[in-house]
C-alpha cells in the first residue's frame, strides 16, 4: 500500500515537474539536474520506506527466531497446515480442526495468565459442526452424557440446532436418560426441536449395555466425519475421526439406540 502511495506521489511529481519546466521554459540543463534530483528522492523514500517495513516486520518475527529450529519448523510446519484448512470451509472436518486450533490457542493465552479455561467440550463442538452443515446433511447425534443446563443455558446451543433444522440439516438426535425427572426437565428444549422439524428419540439408561456404546457421539456422513467421546472414559475426550471403521462404527451404535428408543410428540396445542 505504501509503495502505491509513493508511487502515485512520484507520478504527480513528475507532471508537476513538466508543467513547470514548460511554464517557466527551463533550460535543458536545468530539466537534467532537477530530473535526476527527482529520481534520487524517489529512490531514497523507497529505500526508507523498505527499511521502516523491515524493521517492523524483523520486530514482529524476532521472538520466533530466539526459537530452537527445530521448534521454529514445527510453526512454520502449523502455519501451513493452518492455512490449508482455512482455505476449504465447506469441509465439515476441516472446520472442526480449525476451531479447536482457535480453541486451543485461547486456552493457551488464559493459562499464560493463570486463567481458568475449558477444553474437550462436546457441545462447543457439536455447535461448529453444525454451523458447518449446510440445506441436505445429515446429522445423526447421541445424547448420553446429559446435562439439561447446557441445552436450557446455553442459547447458542440450542439456538444452532434449531436454525440449522429449520434450514434443511437433517437432524436426528436421540436422548438418553438416567430417570423420568430428568426427561421431564428435557421436555421444553424437546418441544423446541421437534416443532423446528427435528427428529427428536428418547430412551432411559435402563437396560442398556453400556460396554456396547459410546457415551456421546455424532455422525455427519455427508462430510466423512464423526465426534465421540469413548466408551466409559472417568474423563472425556472428544475425538474427531474421519475413519470409515469408526463412522461405520458409531452408525452401528445409533441404529441400536434408535430401535430401542422411542420418537418423541410434541404436545398438542389447544
Not at 470409515?244 to 434408535?258: A, G, P, R, V, W
Amino acid at each position: 500500500m505504501i509503495n502505491i502511495i509513493i508511487g502515485v506521489i512520484g507520478m504527480l511529481s513528475v507532471v508537476l515537474f513538466l508543467w513547470l519546466s514548460g511554464k517557466y521554459e527551463f533550460s535543458l540543463q536545468e530539466q537534467t539536474i532537477s530530473s535526476i534530483l527527482l529520481v534520487v528522492s524517489t529512490l531514497l523514500i523507497n529505500v526508507i520506506t523498505s527499511i521502516f517495513l523491515l524493521h517492523r516486520n524483523i520486530k514482529l518475527i524476532r521472538p520466533t527466531l530466539c526459537l530452537p529450529a527445530e521448534e521454529q519448523k514445527e510453526g512454520y510446519e502449523l502455519m501451513l497446515f493452518l492455512h490449508e484448512l482455512r482455505k476449504n470451509k465447506k469441509n465439515a472436518g476441516y472446520v472442526l480442526a480449525v476451531d479447536q486450533f482457535d480453541h486451543a490457542k485461547s486456552a493457551l493465552s488464559f493459562a499464560s495468565n493463570s486463567a481458568d479455561f475449558r477444553i474437550n467440550d462436546i457441545a462447543e463442538t457439536n455447535k461448529t459442526l453444525l454451523g458447518a452443515l449446510s440445506k441436505g446433511d445429515t446429522f445423526d447425534g447421541v445424547c448420553m452424557l446429559l446435562d439439561p443446563d447446557i441445552w436450557k443455558y446455553n442459547h447458542g446451543y440450542l439456538d444452532i440446532n434449531v436454525k440449522k433444522a429449520k434450514d434443511g440439516v437433517k437432524i436426528r438426535r436421540i436422548f438418553v436418560y438416567d430417570n423420568i425427572e430428568q426427561f421431564e426437565s428435557m421436555t421444553d428444549v424437546m418441544e423446541r426441536l421437534v416443532r423446528a422439524k427435528t427428529k427428536v428419540f428418547w430412551c432411559m439408561k435402563d437396560g442398556l449395555n453400556f460396554k456396547e456404546f459410546c457415551q456421546d457421539f455424532t455422525i455427519v456422513k455427508e462430510h466423512k466425519v464423526s465426534v465421540h467421546i469413548s466408551v466409559q472414559k472417568t474423563n472425556p475426550t472428544v475425538i474427531v475421526s474421519s475413519s470409515d471403521e469408526q463412522i461405520n462404527n458409531l452408525q452401528s451404535q445409533f441404529s441400536k439406540l434408535l430401535s430401542t428408543a422411542q420418537e418423541y410428540k410434541p404436545k398438542a396445542t389447544s
